[in-house]
T-cell receptor, first 111, second 113 residues
Framework: ETGVTQTPRHLVMGMTNKKSLKCEQH?????MYWYKQSAKKPLELMFV???????ENNSVPSRFSPECPNSSHLFLHLHTLQPEDSALYLC??????????FGPGTRLTVL | AQSVTQLDSQVPVFEEAPVELRCNYS??????LFWYVQYPNQGLQLLLK??????LVKGINGFEAEFNKSQTSFHLRKPSVHISDTAEYFC???????????FGKGTRLSVIA
């Protein structure tokens, strides 16, 4: 599946590091999403962007900072994370917030 | 607001046996319904969707689901499972409009040889 790509696929970082996750969609969609998937927890919607504008922020801590420079790219900037932030971070895109297409995810480990 | 309940967190089943994964939703308006599958270390892949029309929806890999408005259910079925069907399955709902998907907690299907 190459419709939605995510890099890197795996990331290990210390609590004082700054890193960024990247998502790119090649489907011409106008909405993009970040989700957090932790073990034994439901999928958590973090952020939603429509036409590059953020339309939802589900009480996400400020140590997560999204950026959407255009409809095809979405970033998640990370700084001073905690070990409990270790999870699979999934990016998705859709057209007018219908069916969502997911990327493979970035497996993040915070030491 | 919508919500989704997947009644079973884990479902073990023998190979070639039938399986049903249950999903119930709550919403005061009409909805679109989805089933996604997640294989280990991968993202979510769409299995099937109900938008309107026939209440029996056929998807990929031999799966089907039936939309039941009176019971607010959208259960997923397969008549004969394979080892390769072992994965996590997520039910999701959205309003017929401009709102994000709401996902259930997922059901882990384990197919036993």
């Amino acid at each position: 599946e190459t419709g939605v790509t995510q890099t890197p696929r795996h990331l290990v970082m210390g609590m004082t590091n700054k890193k960024s996750l990247k998502c790119e969609q090649h489907l011409g969609h106008n909405a993009m999403y970040w989700y957090k998937q932790s073990a034994k927890k439901p999928l958590e919607l973090m952020f939603v962007y429509n036409f590059k504008e953020q339309t939802e922020n589900n009480s996400v801590p400020s140590r997560f900072s999204p950026e959407c420079p255009n409809s095809s790219h979405l970033f998640l900037h990370l700084h001073t994370l905690q070990p409990e932030d270790s999870a699979l971070y999934l990016c998705a895109s859709s057209q007018d917030q219908g069916e969502q297409f997911f990327g493979p995810g970035t497996r993040l480990t915070v030491l | 607001a919508q919500s989704v309940t997947q009644l079973d967190s884990q479902v073990p089943v023998f190979e070639e046996a039938p399986v049903e994964l249950r999903c119930n939703y709550s919403s005061s308006v009409s909805v679109y319904l989805f089933w996604y599958v997640q294989y280990p270390n991968q993202g979510l892949q769409l299995l099937l969707k109900y938008l309107s029309g026939s209440t029996l929806v056929k998807g990929i890999n031999g799966f089907e689901a039936e939309f039941n408005k009176s019971q607010t259910s959208f259960h997923l079925r397969k008549p004969s499972v394979h080892i390769s069907d072992t994965a996590e399955y997520f039910c999701a709902v959205t309003r017929s409009g401009n709102t994000p998907l709401v996902f259930g907690k997922g059901t882990r299907l384990s197919v036993i040889a």
